[in-house]
């Protein structure tokens, strides 16, 4: 498609359960951004990648979080042994890489943690 | 740390009328502002960018302001359209932090009545 795509739309598990999220960029896009919109909340910074290597990680929140990112395109982001306070709307966005170019974001994943 | 801000949870606004959302930052290093909108149950939608070599941008409806010295930005909708209900976010990035990371305000809420 011509957009950025995540899935799954929605995903409810129970606590302490292990989930994957994932992105599948605008095609040519060599930025790939993880972003999270808790309730309420504006949208926070996860982690960053260039091509496959993330230079930036510095906002997951914990060693739970993880992400990966294969063959420059598609990426997936995991949460080991969720907590409640991992419920939140997970953002991918993706760019040209190039600065002053906008990122364009997929729907999101809508997390709910029992 | 909340490096943007928008102090205006809400703006209700008559349809026709200009829309002022205003946005606050304090990284001085920042170099590059965006708006995005934000309908239910989507990802933000691009609206409109602003370098920091430029103090103004028009797009169609939408003009971004940006005074460098009062570290603050402000989108205006002329004329506004009921479509335009929506949560607009303010963004800012600097060149110098993780190409493109993008931190963003709380985001104002904006209806626009008949």
């Known amino acids: 498609g011509a957009g950025v795509s995540q899935s799954p739309s929605n995903k409810v598990t129970e606590k302490g359960k292990d989930v994957e999220l994932r992105c599948d960029p605008i095609?040519?896009?060599?930025?790939l951004y993880w972003y999270r919109q808790s309730l309420g909340q504006g949208l926070e910074f996860l982690i960053y990648?260039?091509?496959?290597?993330?230079?930036?990680k510095s906002g997951l929140p914990s060693d739970r979080f993880s992400a990966e990112r294969t063959g420059g395109s598609v990426s997936t982001l995991t949460i080991q042994r969720t907590q409640q306070e991992d419920s939140a709307v997970y953002l991918c966005?993706?760019?040209?890489?190039?600065?002053?170019?906008?990122?364009?974001f997929g729907d999101g994943t809508r997390l709910s943690i029992l | 740390d909340q490096q943007v801000k928008q102090n205006s949870p809400s703006l209700s606004v008559q349809e026709g009328r200009i829309s002022i959302l205003n946005c606050d930052y304090t990284n001085s290093m920042f170099d590059y502002f965006l708006w995005y909108k934000k309908y239910p149950a989507e990802g933000p939608t691009f609206l409109i960018s602003i370098s920091s070599i430029k103090d103004k941008n028009e797009d169609g409806r939408f003009t971004v302001f940006l005074n460098k010295s009062a570290k603050h930005l402000s989108l205006h909708i002329v004329p506004s359209q009921p479509g335009d209900s929506a949560v607009y976010f303010c963004?800012?990035?600097?060149?110098?932090?993780?190409?493109?990371?993008?931190?963003f305000g709380a985001g104002t809420q904006v209806v626009v009545t008949p």
């Open positions: 095609s040519g896009h060599t930025a």
């Open positions: 963004a800012a990035s600097a060149r110098t932090d993780s190409w493109g990371k993008l931190q």
């Open positions: 990648f260039q091509g496959n290597s993330a230079p930036d």
């Open positions: 966005a993706s760019s040209t890489g190039q600065f002053n170019q906008p990122q364009h």
